[in-house]
């Protein structure tokens, strides 16, 4: 239905020693982001996983080109991230569909900028709106959603553009149990299908260890990179459950746990 990326093997996202300070109003300086060293191939999904405040949020902006870095280079494609672009597709942390637009035409909107015909974009905004279950709400706007429903709005623009890099800002911490696993196998299986790279927020151990094929672990106080995790558990986008059968999934999700804890305790 959709184009798939062309194969180009060893072309995905690659960070070296990227710094960013931000100034607060006292004249002090926090470091948001210190030395990070990150590379994820094409087709690879990774996960920034860690506490609050540990600059997860600033490392997808930067990807995203919406902040610069004070130092350190951030490419793509072996190309120097300037500024956004729409090879990459964001998905933010708060609802950020276009209040404006009812659910079709957010849906659309992506396609509609790249120039694809009517009758294209027709087919693949039913087959999004269908995949995160709001082809009732079609036409609705944003306000007259919840905000799960306006946060698989978000989703649904986002994938339906088909970005090569995709970046989400933990987008299914507002859906409720069965809705985020169904979104979950959702992505797991475009992405598969269209080749997508993904760089992604969570805050869940759990999801972090369905959807990764690497987990970067991350500290703060600066923010940092702790550890790259690659958990090489057999994913199914059509059975979420088969990794829990897995039995290397309980001894990683212990461990990441413990050391989560450990992070939380070290702020203490
Ligand atoms: N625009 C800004 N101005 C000043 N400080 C900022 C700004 N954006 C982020 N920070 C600071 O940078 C640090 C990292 O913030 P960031 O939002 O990246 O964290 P995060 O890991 O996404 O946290 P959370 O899990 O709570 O979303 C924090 O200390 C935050 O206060
Ligand atoms: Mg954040």
């Known amino acids: 239905m959709q184009h798939a990326h062309a194969e180009n093997p060893n072309?995905?996202?690659?960070?070296?020693?990227?710094?960013?300070?931000?100034a607060l109003r006292d004249g002090s300086l926090v470091t948001a982001l210190s030395n990070i060293d990150l590379?994820?191939?094409?087709?690879e999904i990774g996960v920034l996983l860690g506490p609050s405040g540990c600059g997860k949020s600033t490392l997808l902006r930067i990807v995203a080109g919406l902040e610069s870095c004070d130092s350190g280079t951030a490419e793509l494609q072996n190309e120097v991230i300037k500024g956004p672009g729409p090879e990459r597709g964001m998905v933010f942390q708060s609802y950020s569909s276009f209040p404006w637009l009812n659910?079709?035409?957010n849906v659309a909107f992506g396609?509609?900028?790249r120039g694809d015909s009517m009758s294209l974009r027709e087919g693949v905004v039913d087959y999004f709106l269908d995949a995160v279950k709001l082809s009732a709400f079609a036409n609705a706007y944003p306000h007259q959603l919840s905000g799960g429903m306006q946060?698989?709005?978000?989703?649904a623009r986002t994938l339906a553009s088909n970005p090569y890099l995709l970046l989400m800002d933990e987008p299914f911490g507002a859906l409720d149990p069965e809705t985020r696993w169904q979104m979950q196998s959702l992505l797991l299986e475009i992405v598969q299908r269209e080749n997508t790279t993904v760089l992604m927020v969570s805050h869940d151990i759990e999801e972090a260890?369905?959807?990764?094929?690497?987990i970067f672990f991350m500290g703060t106080r600066p923010?940092?990179?702790?550890?790259?995790?690659?958990?090489?558990?057999?994913r199914?986008?059509?059975?979420?459950d088969a990794i829990l059968s897995d039995p290397h999934y309980r001894a990683l999700e212990l461990e990441i746990r413990d050391r989560m804890r450990q992070q939380s305790l070290d702020l203490l």
């Not at 072309?11 to 931000?22: A, I, M, S």
């Not at 590379?39 to 087709?43: C, E, H, I």
């Not at 199914?236 to 979420?240: A, E, G, L, V």
């Open 223 to 234: 923010g940092r990179i702790l550890e790259v995790i690659r958990p090489n558990l057999k």
């Open 11 to 22: 072309c995905g996202l690659e960070l070296r020693g990227v710094n960013k300070q931000f």
């Open 151 to 155: 946060q698989r709005v978000a989703i």
């Open 209 to 214: 260890l369905y959807l990764a094929d690497v």
């Open 111 to 113: 396609l509609k900028q």
């Open 103 to 105: 659910v079709r035409d």
């Open 236 to 240: 199914d986008s059509t059975n979420r």
């Open 39 to 43: 590379q994820l191939a094409q087709t």
